[in-house]
């Protein structure tokens, strides 16, 4: 059974940091990273190692956050730097093994002006 399992969210203030983690199980994942949904708003891609390790990472995030992983313990951490409030959001984890794609359950993050 896959499972992938966020902690980490919460709120801050703005200029503060927060460090996201999604431990996962049951598969072996090509590809693992970070997506976030604010209200009213589509899904987005925060940051993800790609399939060829890589990493890709948006635009608006650059410079402030920054994605790792461990893989004797397969979790993939987002380390959130200078936060502002429109990162305001709910993170979510999201891997994928070839076959399909697999959410996590979401983490809020509330950054405050």
């Known amino acids: ?7 980490g969210g919460g709120l801050v203030q703005a200029g503060g940091s927060l ?8 598969s072996i994942f090509n590809t693992m990273g970070w997506f976030r949904q604010a209200p009213g708003k589509q899904r987005e891609l925060v940051a993800t190692f790609t399939s060829g390790g890589s990493t890709a990472t948006a ?20 380390q959130m730097n200078s936060l502002k409030p429109e990162d305001t959001a709910v993170y979510y984890c999201n ?7 697999y959410w996590g359950q979401g983490t809020q993050v509330t950054v405050s002006s």
């Open 1 to 7: 059974q896959v499972q992938l399992v966020e902690s």
């Open 19 to 26: 460090r996201l983690s999604c431990a996962t199980s049951g």
């Open 59 to 78: 635009d608006s995030v650059k410079g402030r956050f920054t994605i790792s992983r461990d893989n004797a313990k397969n979790t993939v951490y987002l």
């Open 95 to 101: 891997a994928q093994n070839g076959l399909r794609a």
